[in-house]
């Protein structure tokens, strides 16, 4: 039996007169050791016709704290991250571009949200889209609706408390980078030992839409892109993983415009 949750009353972000296509994406899982899905990834926000970008969590595979980037992207000896902040930075330039923390990379904050020109968005948010029949689009990670995980709700839990944030950055960054590694490695090992991993919970599902007053949900966290019937004329929008390396390589939009909403395949 799951413990019962609270539901959240979700955020609200009202999308300007002006905006036709919203696009949405998630679980990229940047690193410095992909470099094509990178390449895959800056190509993708330089061409969008988009005017907003939804980025949906787990845009890169760890976050140790902001200043693991440093000051100055501009600096040819910046690292990785630096380089994909500066990327977002251009994407910002000229669209409005949005970004919801994932499992992996909790930890951006607001200093490398402003170095970008992006917003931060909570999560739960509703989406409230004029343009559309259907107005009211409810985004989420989608890990906090994997209730079943019960060690990783518990992890979260702590994870995300402030206490745990604050003490955690403000350990040395060799240290954090340490601390991650192992996670990782702990992670690696779960998925190399075939384990099961938990889905998002319909009954919560259900009434987290029911909170938001909104039909559709759009998340991603779980790599099984599908649509979802949940019953009562709701459903829950699953975003693909991007993995440019992968044997059948991944890169994938969902784009909603008056049209309707779509699938665009980037490789
Ligand atoms: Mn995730």
């Not at 004329?233 to 992968?246: E, H, M």
Request: overall charge negative; charged content about 20%; hydrophobic content about 45%.
């Amino acid at each position: 039996m799951n413990t019962p949750q609270t539901v959240p009353q979700p955020a609200e972000l009202l999308a300007p007169p002006s905006w036709r296509t919203v696009d949405f994406i998630s679980d990229l899982h940047l690193q410095a050791s992909e470099p094509a899905t990178f390449a895959a990834w800056e190509h993708y926000l330089e061409t969008t016709p988009a005017d907003a970008v939804f980025i949906l969590g787990d845009l890169f595979e760890v976050w140790v704290g902001d200043d693991a980037v440093g000051n100055d992207l501009l600096d040819p000896a910046a690292g990785f991250d630096a380089r994909c902040v500066q990327a977002m930075g251009d994407a910002a330039s000229r669209l409005a571009l949005f970004f919801m923390h994932g499992n992996r990379d909790f930890l951006v904050g607001q200093a490398v949200m402003d170095l970008c020109n992006t917003t931060l968005l909570a999560d739960p948010t509703v989406l409230v889209f004029p343009a559309l029949t259907e107005q009211r689009w409810l985004l989420s990670h989608g890990d906090a609706l994997c209730l079943d995980d019960v060690d990783y709700m518990n992890f979260r839990r702590q994870v995300r408390s402030p206490e745990w944030q604050r003490a955690f950055l403000a350990r040395p960054l060799a240290e954090r980078q340490a601390i991650a590694r192992g996670l990782r490695e702990q992670s690696e090992a779960r998925k190399q030992s075939g384990a099961q991993y938990a889905d998002v919970d319909p009954q919560a599902a259900r009434q987290w839409l029911q909170a938001a007053n909104a039909r559709t949900l759009i998340h991603g966290h779980t790599h099984k892109p599908a649509v979802h019937d949940l019953g009562g004329g709701v459903s829950r929008v699953v975003l693909s993983d991007w993995d440019l390396g992968a044997t059948v390589p991944r890169a994938e939009v969902l784009r909603l415009t008056a049209g309707g909403m779509q699938r665009i395949t980037l490789c």
